[in-house]
């Protein structure tokens, strides 16, 4: 006659996948919640001095229901990521449809971007640097993100100027924008009036390449 044996909880830890998982609704709820507290760890401490365990305790969640929501920390620095790209995405989108020269939309749109920067808080530091990492799981959702903004671009300055703008100039945009963040999160993190020079800066540039088209 077969006995029941109990489990071993260490058994159980090594394999979080086989308790089953919560409900769609409670599951979301919890993700956010790892989300939320794993984007203030990263901000403080950056990917690499941020472990499970910090996430944890920030996000008050057991190390079990975190592996039943995210394989590791580079999941869940992904999914900020990608969470913050639609953000931006569907921002921009809503910044350019209003009336004006396709110049004037893109600039709009760029100041979006900058907003962004300036008020997501020191995490926006930590996604923006890894992604430009080739071995960072968020440098593909960067690359596909500069396409669709790129595409999002030129349809917009098509519709605004009745004409062509060229791919390329719509991607320089985009990096020098990217490039200049960067520089302002990296060297300068704490200044906002460099910030607010950058966007200056940016827009005298964005009317330069526009102006050659």
């Not at 403080?44 to 929501?69: E, H, K, M, N, P």
């Not at 060229?166 to 960067?182: G, M, N, V, W, Y």
Request: proline share 8%; with cysteine; hydrophobic share 40%.
């Amino acid at each position: 006659m077969n006995q029941h044996r109990p489990t071993d909880p260490m058994q159980a830890a090594k394999h979080p996948s086989t308790t089953p998982p919560p409900p769609p609704d409670r599951r979301e709820a919890t993700r956010l919640r790892i989300i939320k507290g794993a984007a203030e760890v990263f901000g403080q401490q950056g990917f690499a001095g941020t472990s499970v365990q910090a996430i944890l305790d920030a996000a008050g969640v057991s190390r079990r229901t975190f592996y039943q929501c995210f394989s590791d920390k580079s999941a869940v620095l992904a999914a900020i990521y990608e969470r913050s790209l639609n953000h931006l995405y569907a921002c921009r989108r809503e910044a350019m449809k209003h009336p004006g020269s396709g110049p004037e939309r893109l600039q709009r749109a760029q100041a979006v971007y900058l907003d962004f920067v300036a008020t997501a808080g020191p995490v926006v530091r930590v996604i923006t640097t890894e992604a430009l990492r080739p071995d960072s799981p968020l440098y593909a959702l960067r690359l596909t993100m500069h396409q669709q903004i790129e595409d999002q671009y030129c349809a917009v300055f098509r519709e605004a100027e009745g004409r062509d703008l060229d791919p390329l100039i719509a991607r320089s945009i985009i990096l020098l924008s990217e490039s200049l963040s960067i520089h302002i999160l990296t060297q300068h993190p704490d200044d906002p009036a460099r910030l607010q020079r950058a966007a200056a800066v940016l827009n005298r540039h964005i009317e330069q390449l526009l102006a050659a088209e």
